[in-house]
């Protein structure tokens, strides 16, 4: 029996079809959007396309277990909707960069000229985190009917991420939650993530969001080569 | 079922080292895992048995040693390891810090026959 030295990153699989995901999108914008299940991640980004659409050549990948329920509510809205069903790749709890790598290529990613690439990743606060997509922006939505501490009990979705949304921010004066308990709490975890409070069914804040997505934008644009 | 994506993806490493190495049987695999990944290792251990079945990774042993999470302190600049919920500087109490360590995963070596 010999011992034999490898050192080879187990995620390396991920890491290859992520850089070839970004080349394909280096004139898309893509994010990544992540939360648990019911956060409101479809609800979210029905108003961003409805506010979006006319304005810019939107796509979205539609991540889940099962069922295309959020792609039929996504397709009312604009054309360009693809479902991945993680139940066809055993059943998986996130998005890997292989399954985003097909998607992207039965959106003709490489005709179409997307200029916003959206990926609403498997309602999940842990397994998604995990796995780089070649997204240019992680955004993770988190309801504040989930508690207080869930940045504490989940670090990485909140290490990894360049914004929080704290959606359903109307439900506040129902709710035995405090604002800057849950600020202090992603602060412990990342001091420097950026928090904005919304609530994707009453439109609250939500202009603030598109400002920022335009603002992506057109940060990916001008470094259009 | 994070990790059965995590198992798929050693033994198509271990098996690629298997060939390269002349290789019929892997008694144990060498992992190392960042404290700050999601992985859990015994659900690791278990997704790795089921899907090794009938193959030349049956039996396998996983040996994993787990990475602290060390961070930088953007102010400072003194490195240290970060316990549970406390991404705080020890010496000057700035929370602006950087993760240099704690997300590897890694196959760091097999032994074989």
């Known amino acids: ?225 | 079922m994070h990790e059965v994506s995590i198992a798929e993806e050693i033994k198509e490493i271990v098996i690629n080292q298997l060939k390269k190495n002349n290789a019929k049987k892997v008694n144990k695999i060498n992992l190392q895992i960042g404290k700050l990944t999601s992985i859990v290792p015994e659900a690791l251990q278990f997704a790795f048995e089921a899907i090794s079945k009938n193959t030349e990774l049956e039996n396998a042993k996983i040996e994993i040693e787990m990475i602290e999470i060390k961070a930088q302190c953007q102010k400072c600049k003194k490195e240290f390891i970060i316990s549970e919920f406390d991404y705080e500087c020890p010496y000057c109490k700035n929370m602006n810090l950087k993760i240099i360590q704690g997300r590897e995963t890694i196959i760091k070596s097999l032994e074989i026959e």
């Open chain 1, 1 to 225: 029996m010999v011992e034999v030295n490898v050192f080879e990153n187990i995620m390396k699989r991920n890491e290859e079809y992520a850089n070839q995901n970004a080349q394909l999108l280096k004139k898309t914008l893509c994010i990544n959007i992540m939360s648990s299940p019911g956060a409101g991640k479809t609800t979210l980004l029905e108003k961003t396309l409805k506010k979006l659409k006319g304005k810019y050549n939107i796509a979205v990948i539609e991540g889940d277990v099962a069922t295309s329920n959020d792609t039929k509510r996504l397709k009312k809205i604009i054309k360009n909707v693809y479902q991945i069903k993680t139940e066809n790749f055993g059943g998986s709890c996130h998005l890997d960069a292989r399954m985003v790598n097909l998607a992207l290529k039965k959106l003709n990613v490489d005709k179409k000229k997307y200029d916003i690439m959206i990926i609403e990743n498997v309602g999940n606060l842990i397994c998604p985190a995990d796995f780089n997509l070649g997204e240019d922006k992680k955004v993770v939505l988190l309801s504040i009917t989930e508690g207080e501490d869930k940045p504490l009990k989940y670090p990485l979705m909140f290490q990894v991420s360049d914004i929080l949304l704290l959606n359903k921010i109307d439900l506040m004066p129902y709710l035995e939650i405090n604002y800057d308990t849950i600020k202090n709490n992603v602060k412990r975890v990342k001091s420097n993530l950026k928090i904005l409070s919304i609530s994707a069914r009453t439109g609250l804040n939500m202009d603030e969001w598109i400002k920022i997505l335009e603002k992506w934008v057109k940060e990916k644009i001008n470094g259009r080569s």
